[in-house]
Structure formats: C-alpha cells, structure tokens
C-alpha cells in the first residue's frame, strides 16, 4: 500500500490547542454551565477528542460531565459496501434522557457519520437535545447536517484526505491534508495508521 503524502498541515498543536479551548467556553456558554449535558465522542478519535473537552470543562466549571464513546460501524447507510467494517466498543455509560448530548468528532464530511452517531444515541433514550462539536469541517456535505461548535474551516478537494493526528496514537498532533490515491475510499484513519513521524494517515 503505498504511503500517503502530506500536502499541507492546516492546524498544528498550538492551534489545536486554541480551537478546544474555543470550543469548550463556546458549550458552556450556549448551555448556561454543565449541569445537564454529556459527551459522546465518535471513535476513532472523536472519543479522544470528547475525553479532553471534558478535561477542559472540568477545569473551567468544576464539575466532570459524562462521557461516553460510540461506535458507529453498522448504523452507517453504507456499510454494506464495506466487507469488514472495523468494529469497536460503544460505551454510553450514563442516561441520554434528558440530558444535551454533545457529539465529538475530529472532521465533518459527508454527514453520513453524524446522522449513522444520532441514530445510536437515539437508541439509549431521548435527549433534550444533541449538539455537535467538531474539530474540522472540511465540507463536501451530502446530508442537511451542520455543527454547532467548529474548531476551523478548511476547504478540500474530495480527492483528499483531511486528517487529525494526535500524539497518544499517532506520535504527533496536528491536522494534514494528504493526497489520496485514485479510487482510495475517502474516510477514518484508524488509530495508530500511520508510523510516528510517516507522512500520512481522516476522520
């Protein structure tokens, strides 16, 4: 298989940095605090992500919210085109009834992920209501599907990967756009796809 060529690092630790902080005051202040709301991060890094922003909040508020990971393998619309999809461990480990549930995920696509991560949620209950937090959204929409918190806008070609690398898995930090090869699936990296310090492994 050959390697992937990074084109361009469109956000480095630094900025990453920024963007979670931003993101963190930004959920507090559009729910007046953490009383009511909980984190659910899309694997594969979107759960990492989660774990940090609920870092963040325990840090400004004083208060550890819920946190959960999901799994959206067989909930997506297309997995029937994939032979084997790669399945992990959903753990929603608290009650979605009631409560603001902030989904977690490193790039916005096609949407087809956030609509596949609402139909499980929706699986353990009824939440007041499921915001979205993303650290990129790279555009190129297919489905009516918006964030509410995003860390940056990056444009890309749909014949590009727009990755989040992050040092616990990847032995760096930063978001890339790579060059994918012809007729290469557009999609997650999983975790630990790329060598530390390779050019390569998207959410």
Known sequence: ???????????????????????THE?????????????AGIITRGDLLALELARRIEEAEGLR??????????YRDDVALHIAPEVHATNIPFSVDGRSIILVDD??????TIRAAMDAIMDYGRPAAIQLAVLVDRGHREL????????????????EHVRLFLEPVDGRTSVEILQAAP????????LGATPPGAKGSEA
Do not use: C
């Open 1 to 23: 298989m050959a390697e992937l060529q990074t084109k361009s690092v469109v956000m480095d630790a630094a900025a990453i940095e920024r963007a979670l902080t931003r993101i």
């Open 65 to 74: 919210v819920p946190v959960g990971s999901l799994d959206i393998s067989f």
């Open 27 to 39: 959920i507090l202040e559009n729910n007046k605090g953490a009383q009511n709301i909980a984190l």
């Open 107 to 112: 790039v916005l696509y096609t949407g087809r």
């Open 183 to 190: 007729g290469e699936h557009i999609g997650s990296a999983p």
């Open 144 to 159: 009516p599907i918006r964030a509410d918190y995003v860390g940056k806008n990056v444009p890309s070609s749909s014949q």
